[in-house]
Each structure stands twice: as C-alpha cells, then as structure tokens.
C-alpha cells in the first residue's frame, strides 16, 4: 500500500464516525411525527407542517433581497415563529403565546404601512418591482399553507381548538402583511386591473 493511502476498513471506521443527514427510515415514503408515530409523507398533517417550511424558505429567500433591515427581523421572528407551528402540527408540545402575539405586531405594521400608500379601488397586478413581486409570492404560498393547515385541522380533534384559532389567526395575517410589503415594496409601480 502506498505511503499515505487509507485501506478500505480505515474509511469505513471514519465514515461511522461522521453523522449522515440521510436515516433511509422515510425510503418507503413514511415519516416520523414527535413521539416517533409513522404516517404516509402524503398524510394531510405532512402536507400542512410541509407546505409552512416551503413558507418559511422562501421567506428566507426574501429576506436576503435588499429590503430594510427592520423588516428583515420582522420576517425572521416569522420564521421562528413558523417553526413553533410546525411543531405544533407535528404533534409536539408548544407554548403558542408568542405567536399569539404576533398576530398584534403584524396588525400594527399593516396599519403603519397602509397610511403611506395610495388607497385601493382596484385589484393590483402581482407585478412591478422584484421584491414586491416576491412578496406576493410569499402571499400565495401563505394562502396554500393556510389552505392544508385549515385541511388537516379541521380533521383533528387531538389539538385544542386554541391552538388551531392560532395558527389560522397567524397564517390569514401573515397573507396579508405580504400584500402590504409587496405594496411598499412596489415604489408606486403598481398595475392595477
């Protein structure tokens, strides 16, 4: 063997030592909920706590577009707050007050955008400048999200019904903080129908 070469045993013992982000457990299209429960990746639960992380990833892809830096905290305490959702909807144990009362932050950023902005009396084309144009993205994916959240919810009777008037409460705000940001984001270049 050649001064410097590994054998095949010493690769395999430095392999097991190194964790690997694939576990094969989901190869026959499961997946494990908190508590180690296993359903269908295509269970409405899947798709719910799925389609909020699609959320969450674009909003990250958002928040790396030149917007102001406040509003980049703002979407990133959204996304933290996504992932206590997620954790609620994937069966683990979650104190929802903090995303409770984010909905109150949201409602007060609406109203302070929606004074410097020219008043509706149309629908507004998802058009004009990039980030505004992402942020109704962000709009439409959130409303998919809301869409199989409400789907599984309303078939579960293990979460509280409080917990559930949360995350719906959050999500339907949030779809409309994204039309507001769009809107500021569109510097007046707005097409309307």
């Not at 996504?82 to 109203?111: F, Q, R, T, W």
Request: hydrophobic content about 40%; glycine content about 6%.
């Amino acid at each position: 063997m050649k001064r410097g070469a590994r054998s095949a045993t010493t690769v395999v013992i430095q392999r097991a030592e190194i964790m690997t982000i694939y576990t094969k457990t989901g190869d026959k299209g499961t997946t494990a909920l908190f508590g180690g429960k296993r359903v269908s990746k295509y269970d409405q639960q899947i798709k719910a706590y799925g389609n909020i992380d699609e959320l969450s990833s674009f909003i990250g892809l958002v928040i790396s577009k030149d917007i102001k830096d406040s509003d980049k905290e703002f979407l990133s305490a959204i996304q933290r707050n996504l992932y206590i959702a997620m954790s609620m909807l994937c069966s683990a144990p979650v104190n929802l007050d903090g995303v409770s009362a984010h909905v109150s932050e949201m409602e007060k950023y609406i109203d302070e955008q929606e004074k410097n902005l020219p008043e509706l009396k149309k629908f507004i084309l998802p058009q004009g400048t990039e980030t505004s144009v992402w942020f109704h993205v962000l709009r439409t994916v959130c409303r998919r999200a809301e869409r199989s959240v409400v789907g599984f919810l309303n078939n579960n009777s293990l979460i509280k019904t409080s917990q559930k008037n949360v995350v719906l409460e959050y999500l339907n705000r949030m779809s409309d903080l994204f039309f507001i940001m769009a809107r500021k984001y569109n510097k007046g270049k707005e097409i309307v129908t």
